[in-house]
């Protein structure tokens, strides 16, 4: 816990609150690359995109912990829907796949203010009902009849 805390002091930052969004998105992913563990080496790490709500193309981004067919967890990020990405979670999402076994795809919805509440729901909904057809996971090389879904914060409701 005392790591912890340091780690959250060396971060230096004021409140996400008191920031623009495009000012806390910036001291979000630098405080994540202060806070988070080294990346974990994984086989397979790739980006790729999912369809999001209107058939926008979104990124993702696929960890898997070998080369077989894997079940799926797709992750969905933290930060009230106005911050977080990729990059802030990537080694949350390598250590997930790592200890699971199972493949994760993080998704970069759409965030507020720029995109009004539902977007982001509706993105990640979108996805999911991609993930979920068997030529999503023939693409893939994923078992997405074995498909989860997780987040945290925001990511998780």
Do not use: K
């Not at 077989?68 to 933290?78: I, K, T």
């Not at 995109?115 to 999911?128: K, Y």
């Not at 693409?139 to 945290?152: N, S």
């Amino acid at each position: 816990m005392a790591a912890l805390l340091e780690r959250i002091a060396r971060a230096n930052r004021p409140g996400f609150e008191t920031m623009a969004p495009a000012d806390a998105r910036v001291a979000y992913t630098a405080a994540a690359e202060v806070l988070e563990p080294p990346r974990a080496p994984l086989p397979r790490v790739e980006d790729i995109t999912l369809p999001g709500a209107g058939g926008v193309a979104l990124p993702a981004r696929l960890y898997a912990p070998s080369a077989q067919v894997l079940p799926v967890l797709l992750y969905l990020h933290g930060g009230g829907f106005t911050i977080g990405n990729l990059e802030t979670h990537d080694s949350l999402c390598r250590q997930l796949a790592l200890r699971s076994g199972a493949a994760v795809i993080a998704l970069d919805y759409r965030l507020a203010p720029e995109h009004r509440f539902p977007t982001a729901v509706d993105d990640c909904w979108a996805a999911l009902r991609a993930l979920s057809d068997p030529a999503a996971g023939a693409r893939l090389r994923l078992d997405t009849t074995r498909l989860a879904v997780g987040g945290d914060s925001a990511g998780g409701t």
